[in-house]
């Protein structure tokens, strides 16, 4: 590197550290308007519900017997019959290529290391 070539990079990186200086001071005015957002939020009254409505809106005491729960998923959208059965075909044979490679590794490695080794251990 010749040294027009050093002071075109240096002049390079001061310029797109300039761009990153005002990119990051955009981005620090805007948190600090966002801030001042949500202090005025903040300040502003938030009405109270009545004794009726608090009432409604407070969460239902947990039934005494818990343990029988279950969870019921619906969906409006259905999935092909054949999906899970597909599924699961691709999950076996991501499971064998991943043996398979397990196994290409540690044969390499075992031949790499015979190689490295094997006149040593001849002497």
């Known amino acids: 590197m010749d040294e027009m070539e050093a002071v075109n990079l240096a002049i390079d990186s001061a310029a797109t550290l300039k761009e990153i200086a005002k990119d990051v001071a955009q981005i620090r005015e805007t948190g600090f308007k966002t801030l001042e957002t949500l202090g005025r939020l903040e300040a502003e009254e938030v009405p109270q519900p009545d004794g009726e409505e608090a009432a409604n809106l407070a969460p239902a005491e ?62």
């Open 62 to 123: 947990p039934a005494a017997d818990d343990g029988g729960w279950v969870t019921e998923v619906h969906s409006s959208v259905e999935v092909p019959s054949g999906f899970f059965g597909d599924l699961m075909s691709f999950q076996y044979m991501q499971t064998v290529l991943l043996v398979f490679l397990l196994l290409a590794f540690l044969l390499n490695l075992g031949a790499t290391l015979w190689l490295a080794f094997s006149d040593k251990w001849r002497s």
